[in-house]
């Protein structure tokens, strides 16, 4: 069955720094993936999705993640964080026509002024 | 457009008792998916519905129970509660595309519920 594997419970960055959250997948099939935000008392948010097109996939709110095969790695990035991205954030993996979705167990990010 | 709305926002119970949970789904979306969200990690997928049966399920007990309506709403039902079923409840709902691999699923606020 298809997992994720996120690096890094907490993720501390300044304002203005570059933002990297990791996530790692095991998947038997090719997979598609997914980042989630989730800002306190809140449901999930979709940032962006990869499904098997461009391996570098663009989301809402300036980030963005690069679908590495050979690293079996979707990591999130972006260039400038602000105050605002503090939140909790999620990956997770489904397969072909596979609703089950599997979600990795988040990372904090923290945004410092 | 409401989105996908969950009631109730909070809920308190004790052992022993059972629960109901409630979703209505994103308008035009007519799959929902229900997963669990214990403190601290990521959500757990309990079990999805579509045309009012269960089409698929997670590694869940069958003490969780669901239902789906004709208006495609849906219920989760938990009997017999354990300490360990507190957790935040989340509903998802999608549009099924047969011709799609995937469904993109938009999750609501969830339901807070405290085992005593």
């Known amino acids: 069955a298809q997992s994720v594997t996120q690096l890094g419970s907490h993720v501390s960055v300044s304002e203005g720094a570059l933002v990297l959250l990791r996530c790692n997948y095991s998947?038997?099939?090719?997979?598609?993936l997914f980042w989630y935000v989730q800002y306190p008392n809140q449901g999930l948010q979709l940032l962006l999705k990869y499904t098997s097109a461009a391996t570098l996939v663009k989301g809402i709110n300036g980030f963005e993640a690069e679908f590495k095969k050979s690293e079996t790695s979707f990591h999130l990035t972006k260039p400038s964080a602000h105050m605002s991205d503090a939140a909790e954030y999620f990956c997770a993996v489904s397969e072909y026509n596979n609703n089950d979705m599997r979600f990795g167990a988040g990372t904090r990010l923290t945004v410092k002024p | 457009d409401a989105g996908v709305t969950q009631s109730p926002t909070h809920l308190i119970k004790t052992r022993g008792q059972q629960v109901t949970l409630r979703c209505s789904p994103k308008?035009?979306?007519?799959?929902v998916s229900w997963y669990q969200q214990a403190l601290g990690q990521g959500p757990q997928f309990i079990f999805q519905y579509y045309e009012e049966e269960e089409r698929q399920r997670g590694n869940f007990p069958d003490r969780f129970s669901g239902h789906q309506f004709p208006n495609y709403s849906s219920e989760l039902n938990v009997n017999a509660l354990l300490l360990g079923d507190s957790a935040l409840y989340l509903c998802?709902?999608?549009?099924?595309?047969?011709?799609?691999?995937?469904?993109?699923?938009?999750f609501g606020p969830g339901t807070r519920l405290t085992v005593l």
């Open positions: 998802a709902s999608s549009f099924y595309y047969r011709d799609r691999p995937y469904n993109e699923q938009f």
């Open positions: 998947s038997s099939v090719p997979p598609y």
């Open positions: 308008s035009g979306h007519d799959t």
